[in-house]
């Protein structure tokens, strides 16, 4: 039987990078403590009187669209720079997700302009559909 020091030598636990040692909770770590620092720096400079926007919270939705923004690349990179529906979505996604940071963070009244992101996922849609290889059959 073997044990947890035995697996993490023969790499078991975890998922493995092209690196060969550096698994999954390692490379990933980096993300959380950056977001902790962030949010720190960010409740300092509000003590210290720093004028911040009253919804300065909405930087936080961009989080996840660079997280879409990244999972696009990555499949763009997979697919051998070929664009597909999986681009155009995460693409989409992280349009979306901008835009409604962008609208929160400058207090815009999203009353008037939530049709901006029908259009915006709209576009996405249609550049799905129209995307080489989607209606493809082999």
């Keep these: 039987m073997t044990d947890r020091r035995d697996q993490d030598e023969q790499g078991g636990f975890g998922r493995q990078g092209e690196g060969g040692g550096d698994g999954f909770a390692r490379r990933g770590s980096w993300i959380g403590g950056a977001i902790l620092i962030f949010i720190g720096v960010v409740f300092l400079l509000k003590n210290f009187g720093f004028p911040f926007p009253q919804n300065w919270w909405a930087v936080f939705i961009l989080i996840p669209a660079v997280a879409a923004f990244a999972g696009a690349r990555r499949v763009y990179a997979g697919n051998g720079g070929v664009i597909n529906a999986g681009v155009i ?3 989409a996604a992280g349009c979306v997700l901008v835009l409604l940071s962008l609208l929160f963070l400058f207090g815009v009244d999203v009353g008037k302009f939530w049709p901006l992101i029908l259009i915006v996922v709209g576009v996405g849609v249609l550049s799905g559909a129209m ?6 059959r082999r």
Excluded: H, L
């Design 131 to 136: 995307a080489p290889g989607r209606n493809s």
């Design 89 to 91: 979505g995460g693409v």
